[in-house]
């Protein structure tokens, strides 16, 4: 044999023991062992992450032992992806409760406005904030609470629904006795009492304007987080409120959200088997969540925003007291409640555009010299409350979003007044004085901000958001030239336009559009993909607002029927349906709730002649039907609810619609016909519903028409996305559960997903729908939020 060959094994000798004395010993290389997690498969990103609630309830065992994807014991906790810990766990209480410490220790209160008596001055060292006082409490019932414990006091304030109090002693031997005796003490339902140092400012005094600082940028003032009393306010910001999420990167940011919304669709699944009926089989989609981790369906992901800072094309900045006592025009930096009123400047929110940062500076340079009063919060009286910047974009292509500020051609601006005790001459004077400062410092800028009109709303609630047919006190347009803003003398509504979809839109000063533009596109063309649009479609838009959703869509069904309560948005939209030449859309002005029973027996039910077609004028907008013109006693208009009041930005409220008592709709005529029932072999709804969700009788009748097979939720809120579908999706009840009597008043402390439940057990007998898909859409870089999208089927 060829010992030179390679290809050739030797043979092994047939004496192995002479072999092993010949040949040198070899070290033989030890297995490693294998760790236990490299046989195990890939962990779930929320393995561990949340305790076993059956381990806990069954005397520390459970039936899936090890391979249980929950914690049996805070040893096996681990934190989730965002950082937190299951809020049943002893370490995430424990950190409640530093936190909640950290909260009562950091100092004075936020508050720089104080609940004076006319002529009553008090001095800032004889004054303490009295936090954690229950919200029920006035004004008489804290004076008792100070003469049951024997203190001695000048003045005491409290305002019904706030946690706060204000009390003025004479001494600052009073004031030592009070802190001694009240700070810490328990009152209430397991509240706290904290005394904190307090700065008035009463609105109606002079107060003293900062001088501006010496130093140089390099330099930080030594007092720059103190007020004027040398209380020194720790930690919070505009920013911190308004984008709480902008420290995090982008990526982390959509990673948070989509997490978040995991654990919402999880309590979807939870709270429909709760709510499924006895002696009823589970649907289909719950029994499979379990393979899809408690999810009703698969959350496809989130699509992200095209535009991530400065994106909003709406902003409303808060008229008050800053920190250091001056008119400031920006963001609340806390809740009113727990007693904050100090407004800060929007400079470092990421989500303002830079033309909405430097209006409101012009007008918080302008309330400098302002001979009338900001708005205080805690007596409810003074004059400026609020500014809304409004931008209109021109029609632009994605090569320049990242340019996309240049694109804004059009901006209103709306400022928010009460004119309540001011004499009239001087308010139209000073407003017209705002006009001119306004129109001289947009032209002086380089290059010149774009400003198309102001107007003027007078507003005499509680609350800054103002219904939607809060009368407009003034309007100034800025007409072609350089004359800058003029009053109108004749009944002018003001508008700007944006595009959504290569489409123009027309906006009115109280109409609801999306704040994000760039990403809305991606949102209504995902709705349309899933809604399984064709020539043979019926589309209901419900909650359409301007008529966005409908009207990008109207190309690819045969008709679409858009509900909206607010009668200006539906001005708009009719305006909007001719301006793009669209004649296939109707849309009726009334709550959802009282129309859409009608509306769907007209359309699926009635007759209808052959020949007959919608036609939209050319010459007239179209004639916008109400709510009185439509019967709609067969389904009885819904309970009182407050779904019908708020919008997506918190401001729309129930507006009334006869053309004789709204100047909007004088103009507003055309010919309204239908189309053959026969064309609509296919039936779809979309639903855009406010904060709070849909009505429940909206539900019901979704829920009870036969011939609606496809639905999509467009949701600005899960939690009340949750609450809808599970009485969309759960099975009726055999039999029909009795209604509570009229003295039940439990219902006032379950949540919205128990309320749900407790309604689905009343539902009429018809076919559920259940979940398909879901996918969310961020249109709020930033923040927590994010628009969540679902198909239902049935």
Known sequence: MDTHDSSVLPKLPENPSHSEDNLPEKRKREPEPVSETALAPPQHALWKTSLCSYFRRSDDSCSHGDSCRYAHGESELRARPDNSWDPTSERAKKIAKICEKEKEEEGDVMMTEALEAEGEESSSGLSKCFVNLPMKWSSDQLRNFLDEQRILYKSAKKKKGMTVGFVTFESDEQVKIAVKELDGKSIGNNRTLKLSGVNPRSFEKNNKVEKPSTKSDGEADEDDSSGPNGSVVKGRSARDVVTPLGHMSYSD??????????????????????????????PEWILKSREIGGLPCKLEGIIESPLINGYRNKCEFSVGMSLQGKPTVGFLLGNFREGVTAVEEPLDCQNVSRIA?????IFQEFLQNSGLPVWNRLNNNGFWRQLTVREGRSSCQTAVVNNLETNISEVMLMVQVCTVGFDDGQVKGELEHLAREFSKVSTSESPHLPLTALVIQDHQGISNAAPSDAPFRYVFINKEGDCGLQIANDFVEPRIHDYINNLRFSISPSAFFQVNSLAAEKLYSLAGDWAGLGPDTLLFDVCCGTGTIGLTLAHRVGMVVGIEMNASAVSDAQRNAEINSIRNCRFVCGKAEDVIGSLMKEYLSAPQKPDELYVTSQDNVPEIDTAENINSNDFGPGPESNSSSIDHDNSCSPSKCPKDENPLLENCTSEIKSIPEQQFKNVVAIVDPPRVGLHPTVIKVLRTQARLRRLVYISCNPESMVANAIELC????????????????????MSLAGLARNRAKCMPNSEPFKPIKAMAVDLFPHTPHCELVMLLER
């Open 253 to 282: 940011q959509l990673e948070h959200k989509k997490n978040s919304l995991t654990q919402t669709l999880k309590r979807l699944t939870r709270n429909a088997r709760k709510a499924c009926p006895n002696g009823v089989t589970l």
């Open 730 to 749: 759960t099975p009726s009840a055999v039999e029909k559960a009795e209604k509570g009597g009229k003295n039940n008043r439990g219902w006032r402390n």
């Open 357 to 361: 940062c430097r209006y409101a500076a």
